[in-house]
Every structure is written in structure tokens, then in C-alpha cells.
């Protein structure tokens, strides 16, 4: 059996195989966001935010995989072309080698990915600088990732459902499955997953949510030799117990020539959905062709004719006018604040300077820069993710 030493070496060197581009410092769309809060996790984030975003706009958090980068995960899946077509807010949290030496987010570390601690509150912190930062609509806020940020994913969908309207998982694994790294690494490999009954109590279990959970999106490719196809499984089943539906799927059809199957509720909307993509390896579906091409080729972006970013966007409503949002599934919000104020325009108002869409206090004022600095601290205290 391979050790999890082995399976990331052979990540970083299908990484560095001749062909392959690694090198991003002249594509990267990607801003740095600074003062978000406490950060107990070490994270850095970026961001990208379109320059006539509306007010009341979707966020989407993208969590790259091992070995990767934001910049490097954002170009090839094309996160930020969608973004600029259809105006969403996009947020990239990024591991450092500090925390990981892989870059690998800490999905199997327990402090890690539990509700109010580690990588899981700095990325709640940034959401929440977003939110504020930008009047995002908190009815639309989605997160997706590949590998170990699809396993983060599953993280921050399970410890923090109230934020969340859905998710996408790719090539991912399910929370709370390990505790470990000798544990991580047979989740990936499909050894030792809990009993259906024990993943979905670990989901109930991660907050004292009641009201309608995240929809989730599975995508997986049936040649995954680093995290094995009965992940997804596993995913399903963890998710099929919290939105309470049975384990025949709903509907089955074929998209853009791979199987896709999704579970609904009574009236027909989409709770949980799969995409086996048959033959794929690990990594990222993306098109390189056609009107839904999004994304380039690149270590763990495979151009294999279906994009992920666009179905999964289009899942969300993403892709559709905001009058037909109605149809689509919205978490209940009923006890956030209203997002209409914008702390750190307003604090820059004051001092005299605009800021506009910066997601980094002017350096130029540091009078202004502190006074955003408190506004931003002082609301997420208010909300009780800082101190």
C-alpha cells in the first residue's frame, strides 16, 4: 500500500511533468485580502470581485487542492471568467506552507473543522469581510472545492449550514470521516469509512442548525486512483440522511455525454446531485470547447469535455436572471443582519478617502486603514467570530 507521503510526491511530480504549465505570476486576476479578522487558521485569502458588481450579488468560496495555489486553481477552472460574465463575488482562502507543507488544507485535522476554530473560522471570517465589505446577498453565498478543498468543503457546508446555499465536493471526501493522517489517507483510498448512520450524525452533529441545508453537488471521476470513486458514495449518503431523501435517485440523465443523477424534494427542486465522470482521473472537469468552455488545462484541470465550474454555477442559479431566482433552494437567512451597509466604504467616507471595490485598506492612509481595520473587527465580533 502506497503511504500519503508517496500519493502527495506523485501529485507534486505530475505537477512539474514536462508539458505542463505551473507557472501563473502573469495570469494571476487575484487580489490579496487583508484584515479579516482574527485569522486562528493562518490562511491568506484572495479575491476576486468583478468592477461593476451589484449590490446583493452571489459569493463563491473556491478551495483549491494539494499542491495548487488560488491563482493557479482560479485559471484553471475559470472561476473568474464566469465571475466576470455573470457578476459573482469570488473568494479563494489559500493554505501556506506553515500550516501544510503540501499546501493540502487541514480537512483531517479535527481543530481544523469545527465550527468557530482553525482554517474553518478564518474562511468564515473572510466570508463574513466579504459580506460586509461588498452588500453580498446572504441568501447566495456557495463553496466548492477539489481534493482536500473539496474535503474542507464538505467541512465548512457541515459546520456552518446556516452561511451556505450549496456546495459542490470534487474528488472530495466526506467530513468528519478522519481524524488523522494515517486515517486521511484510507478515507482516500476507501477504507474505514464510518457506517451510514455515524457520517450523517457527524453532519447534524457539527452545529445546532434546524432550518434547510446546503444542496450539494458530487462530482467524481471513475478512474480516481488518489481519492477512489466510493468517496462520492460515501458523500451521498452522509447528505441523502440530513435532506432526508431515499437512496433511488429521483432522475438520471446524461450531461454533455457523462451519467448524472439527482435526489429531489417534494416539489421537484434539486438537493443533492452526482457526476461520475466516466474515465476521468483526479481532478477538476473542465471544457476547453464550446459556449460553456471555462478554464485551461493544468495539473489536476482536465479537459475531458464537461465544465464544472459552469454546471455547478447554472446548479446555483448562478447563470440565470435574478428575477427567476425564486425557483431556486435559499437557506433561511431570517436571523442575519441586513448586508445594505458597507462598513468599509462608509469608514473610508469618513476620512475622506473612496475605496470602491478594494479588498485591502488604502496604503496611502493609515488613519483610514486602521479605522477600516476596527469597523471590520467590531462586525465580526458583533457576530461572534472574533474576539
Known amino acids: 500500500m502506497r503511504t500519503l507521503s508517496d500519493t502527495i510526491g506523485r501529485l507534486a511530480a505530475f505537477r512539474a511533468a514536462p508539458g505542463v504549465t505551473t507557472t501563473n505570476s502573469d495570469r494571476d486576476r487575484l487580489r490579496e485580502l487583508l484584515d479579516f479578522g482574527s485569522n486562528p487558521g493562518g490562511l491568506r485569502g484572495k479575491t476576486f470581485i468583478p468592477e461593476d458588481l451589484p449590490l446583493d450579488a452571489p459569493l463563491v468560496v473556491v478551495l483549491h487542492g494539494c499542491t495548487q495555489t488560488a491563482a493557479g486553481y482560479d485559471r484553471g477552472s475559470g472561476w473568474s471568467r464566469l465571475a466576470d ?8 482562502p489559500e493554505q501556506q506552507r506553515s500550516n501544510n507543507a503540501n499546501l493540502c488544507f487541514n480537512w483531517f485535522v479535527p481543530h481544523d473543522i ?59 471526501l466526506p467530513y468528519g470521516c478522519a481524524s488523522s493522517i494515517p486515517e ?13 448512520e455515524k457520517l450523517q450524525s457527524l453532519v447534524r452533529d457539527a452545529s445546532t442548525y434546524a432550518g434547510r441545508w446546503p444542496t450539494i453537488s458530487i462530482w467524481q471521476g471513475t478512474a480516481d486512483h488518489t481519492v477512489v470513486p466510493s468517496n462520492m458514495t460515501a458523500i451521498n449518503e452522509q447528505w441523502r440522511g440530513v435532506h432526508q431523501v431515499e437512496e433511488v435517485p429521483t432522475r438520471s440523465d446524461v450531461v454533455d455525454g457523462f451519467p448524472h443523477r439527482e435526489w429531489c424534494d417534494a416539489e421537484g ?34 479537459d475531458v469535455g464537461i465544465s464544472s465550474t459552469f454546471h455547478i454555477a447554472r446548479s446555483w442559479g448562478l447563470t440565470m436572471p435574478a428575477e ?17 451597509v458597507d462598513p468599509v466604504r462608509e469608514a473610508a467616507a469618513n476620512s475622506g478617502t473612496s475605496k470602491g471595490h478594494s479588498d485591502a485598506p488604502a496604503t496611502s492612509n493609515v488613519q483610514t486603514a486602521t479605522g477600516v481595520r476596527k469597523v471590520i473587527e467590531d462586525a465580526l465580533r458583533a457576530a461572534g467570530l472574533m474576539r
Open 85 to 92: 460574465r455573470y457578476k459573482v463575488a469570488l473568494l479563494f
Open 114 to 172: 469545527r465550527r468557530d476554530a482553525g482554517e474553518a473560522l478564518s474562511i468564515r471570517q473572510m466570508i463574513e469581510t466579504l459580506v460586509l465589505r461588498h452588500g453580498i446577498d446572504r441568501r447566495r453565498i456557495f463553496v466548492t472545492g477539489l481534493s482536500a478543498g473539496g474535503a474542507m468543503a464538505s467541512a465548512m457546508l457541515a459546520t456552518y449550514p446556516d452561511v451556505f446555499a450549496g456546495g459542490a465536493i470534487i474528488a472530495g
Open 184 to 196: 486521511a489517507f484510507d478515507r482516500m483510498r476507501g477504507h474505514g469509512f464510518p457506517k451510514r
Open 269 to 302: 427542486r434539486m438537493l443533492i446531485e452526482e457526476y461520475s465522470i466516466t474515465g476521468m482521473g483526479h481532478g477538476t472537469p473542465i471544457a476547453t470547447s464550446g459556449p460553456q468552455a471555462y478554464g485551461v488545462p493544468a495539473p489536476f484541470m482536465l
Open 324 to 340: 427567476n431566482l425564486a425557483q431556486t433552494i435559499l437557506p433561511d437567512t431570517s436571523n442575519f443582519p441586513p448586508t445594505h
